[in-house]
């Protein structure tokens, strides 16, 4: 597949939860191998958009035409089930959609995908036993086990400190490189911004309000980004309604 043709292509999707309208009209494509960051503040209809893409729900209208079926999801908060191991819940999605998987199989999948995130040997540790960027990993790991060519990104690395979120960075863009996948990241950290200098795209009252590169974002001359990333409360976009 070349590197400019999308893998998935989202044409005028269109969402309301009752008379709240989240999305409307949203088009933007996904391309081959690129981290494309989803920003905007609470409420702006990020993890909407990624629940769309990933089929767990609906839009209203529109279309989302995904180029593949090996998708992989970080959920915001690492939703790991927490009376299951390290290994049944990395191994959950590989035996949800084929229960006839040998044991043995599913053993190296687990063991390979958790050396990926830095985390080998820990199969059997239970969710209450990790800190919370080693969580976020198992999650990764999760996400990774069917060898997926897109990964949706939930705010990965909400909740952890500097260091670590740099460390759950390294790992995003580790994947980009070792499955060659593409990667859908909803993120307001502007260090993990920084530092994967992609495309963007801010979402604010259901639409698409600005669109560039991280570059771009921090230059200072669009006014929706000036304000993303001051955290102003004046400027185009109302973010508390007082
Ligand atoms: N299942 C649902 N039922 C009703 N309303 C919903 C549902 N899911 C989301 N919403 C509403 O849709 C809007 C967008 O929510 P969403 O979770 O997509 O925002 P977000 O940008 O991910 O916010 P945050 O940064 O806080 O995670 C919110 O007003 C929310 O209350
Ligand atoms: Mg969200």
Redesign the pocket.
Known sequence: MSLLEPIVEIKNLCKS?GK?K?LHNISFNVYHNEVLLII?F???????LLRIISGLDEPDSGEVILKTTHLGMVF?GAALFDSMSVFDNVAFPLINQNKKIAYEQIKQKVSEKLRIVGLSGMENLRPDELSGGMKKRVSLARAIINDPEIILYD?PTSGLDPVVSNIIVDYILKLQNELNASSVLVT?NLNVIKKISSRIILLYDSKIAWEGTSEKLFSGDNPYAKQFIEGAKQGPMVVIKE
């Open positions: 939860f709240k989240v905007g609470s409420g702006s209809g990020k993890s909407t915001q705010e307001h």
